[in-house]
């Protein structure tokens, strides 16, 4: 059977979560939301999306963080990916999906539900919040789902569909010369 506590090691069984009545509010699953981008870019045709370490552990992630106070969650994943990976680009306004992690803490881990924002990139800058903090690195999506670590992140990038992403093409005119027939009334 599958369940959350198979997820990390060191997570509490079953008998050792609390009741209900005695988890905070702060810290229930449902109060722990992060933001995160999912920069992608095709080469080639093919999509490739960029992963970075994770400070502490060196673990290759998204850009991810909490939500901002005044911000929209697509503009706030949007500076994350700027702040950890210097990526710019145009962010769809609504999640592609969502995953669950264990977020280490000193002395214990919290359940955090993740909501997860393409990211369109359009330029990399050189020197940027996270450039002496960690690695960047651009992966295929096979790669990228071998690199992480969270099984939920590994299952969403099997599962993109990168249609709104892809430019649109130019819709052939019906009719010669790209001019629409007016009917005389």
Known sequence: MFSVFNLHPDAPGPAELKTRSEVSPLSHPANLLQIAALPVRFEDGKPEVMLVTSRETKRWVIPKGWPMKG?????????????????IGKTLKRPVGEFYYFK???????LCRVEVYLLGFEKRLEVYRGTSQREARWFSLEEAAEAVEEPGLTALLHDLDFNPLQKPTKKKSAKPGGKKIRKKP
Not at 71 to 87: D, F, M, P, T
Not at 104 to 110: M, P, Q, Y
Request: proline share 0%; glycine share 4%; no cysteine.
């Open 71 to 87: 911000k929209k969650n697509w503009a706030a994943a949007a500076q994350e990916a700027r702040e950890e990976a210097g990526v």
């Open 104 to 110: 280490r803490r000193s002395a214990h881990f919290d």
